[in-house]
């Protein structure tokens, strides 16, 4: 069964740039999987951030972008702040109706 | 103001059954893709269901069989019946309306979740 792979934990100094990733376990992710990913703080329902590989939602601020990177998809921050550490989900859409989320990555600003 | 609100999570018994409510506002259900996406304790984002605004249903393999994904057509509210419940169906359970975009290269609709609700919280234990 195919699972969708993201690191599970990364660190960020305060200003840095991080680069979060979303894979498969078999084959590669293209735009046509329509990755999108989305911001979860403890005890809080997720935040959307990025749509359709890199289109930033409404009110997300540009220091977030989404591309696709090789055979994964990628979101980067740039500008890194304490109020981004989070826990980051990307999704993966596998066709058929079907989606899938990824293990999430928890993000550390230190 | 569009936002969805979650209702009817509980306790319940293993193999017992429980339906929940999405109660949207601001926006109107039927004309939606909407979906039901979980997570249990400690664990990450779990898609659950979704309904298309043209009535069609999908379901990941964890719960097809046992969960039903259906709105109401006179109001406008989404649900989510879940019958056989397991222990690993413990879990918070969000309400999201969906943003569909067409895929003009290979013609078919995708979505992905733009408005979430807050979440009901579901435990399944004797």
């Known amino acids: 069964q195919t699972v969708v792979t993201q690191e599970p934990s990364l660190s960020v100094s305060p200003g840095g740039t991080v680069t979060l990733t979303c894979g498969l376990s078999?084959?590669?992710?293209?735009?046509?999987?329509?990755p999108s990913w989305y911001q979860q703080t403890p005890g809080q329902a997720p935040r959307t951030l990025i749509h359709?590989?890199?289109v930033r939602f409404s009110g997300v601020p540009d220091r977030f972008s989404g591309y696709i990177l090789g055979n994964k998809a990628a979101l980067t921050i740039t500008g890194a702040r304490t109020d981004d550490e989070s826990d980051y989900y990307c999704m993966l859409f596998m066709g058929s109706g079907i989606s899938m989320f990824g293990g999430g990555t928890k993000l550390t600003v230190l | 103001e569009v936002q969805v609100v979650e209702s009817g999570g509980g306790l319940i018994q293993p193999g017992g059954s429980l339906r929940l409510s999405c109660a949207a506002s601001?926006?109107?259900?039927?004309?939606?893709?909407m979906s039901w996406v979980r997570q249990a304790p400690g664990k990450g984002l779990e898609w659950v269901s979704v309904?298309?605004?043209?009535?069609?249903?999908y379901y990941a393999d964890s719960v097809k069989g046992r969960f039903t994904i259906s709105r109401d057509t006179s109001g406008n509210t989404l649900y989510l019946e879940m019958n056989s419940l397991r222990a690993e169906d413990t879990a918070v359970y969000y309400c999201?309306?969906?943003?569909?975009?067409?895929?003009?290269?290979?013609?078919?609709?995708?979505?992905?979740?733009?408005?979430w609700g807050k979440g009901t919280t579901v435990t399944v234990s004797s």
């Open positions: 601001g926006f109107i259900v039927r004309d939606n893709y």
């Open positions: 309904i298309y605004s043209d009535g069609k249903t």
């Open positions: 999201a309306r969906d943003g569909r975009e067409y895929d003009y290269s290979q013609y078919f609709y995708y979505y992905y979740m733009d408005v």
């Open positions: 359709t590989t890199n």
């Open positions: 078999s084959g590669s992710v293209s735009s046509s999987h329509h």
